[in-house]
Nanobody
Framework: QVQLVESGGGLVQPGGSLRLSCAPS????????MGWFRQGPRREREFVAG????????EYAEAVKGRFTISRDSAKNTMSLQMNSLKLEDTAVYYC????????????????????WGQGTQVTVSS
């Protein structure tokens, strides 16, 4: 069974930081592009950040550039999202996602291009 499990969500004050982690099980994703998406109230699920299969390239949504950093540890088969300078509008359920195809040369921000999804972890930014 392939499963992606997110952790690290919680309540944080504006300007604070959180680090989300994604721990896949059932298979390795060391050759697959992965990413983070989020879905806030009354919003569609949107792309947050992506990282190439080998970690050599990253992409970010404009709203999080300069504040969020995506990374991965191939040895541990994990992916992380460091979130700094959090804002109220960052409040959302954050989802870990992975593609089924291997060795991509480009990162995609399209939700439909990702085939494996976690159940999400809630991030709430509030004073």
């Amino acid at each position: 069974q392939v499963q992606l499990v997110e952790s690290g969500g919680g309540l944080v004050q504006p300007g604070g930081s959180l680090r989300l982690s994604c721990a896949p099980s059932g298979r390795t994703f060391s050759r697959n592009t992965m990413g983070w998406f989020r879905q806030g109230p009354r919003r569609e699920r949107e792309f947050v950040a992506g990282i190439l299969w080998n970690g050599g390239s990253t992409e970010y949504a404009e709203a999080v550039k300069g504040r969020f950093t995506i990374s991965r540890d191939s040895a541990k088969n994990t992916m992380s999202l460091q979130m700094n300078s959090l804002k109220l509008e960052d409040t959302a359920v954050y989802y870990c996602a992975a593609r089924s195809t291997a060795w991509e040369i480009n990162i995609t921000s399209r939700r439909g291009d990702y085939d494996y999804w976690g159940q999400g972890t809630q991030v709430t930014v509030s004073s």
